[in-house]
């Protein structure tokens, strides 16, 4: 889900960095509830037992600063569930 608004905050922009490095985007232009994936590739993970993945969102506005009510957090998406699983490789 992403907090939009329209004619003010038309979108959301998630980028997502693994390990410090870009990995992807996602851009989302609804409330509704909705999936997204991402293929992490395999370069990006260097250390086997332990891995950082952040999400920045730049476009996150807070509904007091947009004078839509007093709620002064900074707001963007919601994140229900994380699934981290395993591709097959080109030999199964």
Not at 51 to 77: C, H, K, N, Q, Y
């Amino acid at each position: 889900m992403a907090y939009v608004v329209p004619g003010t905050v038309n979108r959301q922009r998630v980028r997502i960095l693994v390990n410090r490095q870009l990995a992807g985007e996602w851009e989302i232009h609804s409330h509704d509830k909705h999936m997204e994936s991402l293929r992490i590739p395999s370069s990006l993970l260097t250390n086997p037992r332990y891995t950082v993945i952040t999400f920045e969102t730049p476009d996150a506005a807070s509904p007091a600063r947009l004078g839509l009510g007093r709620d002064v957090r900074e707001l963007s998406v919601a994140l229900f569930q994380i699934e981290l699983s395993p591709q097959p490789g080109k030999n199964g």
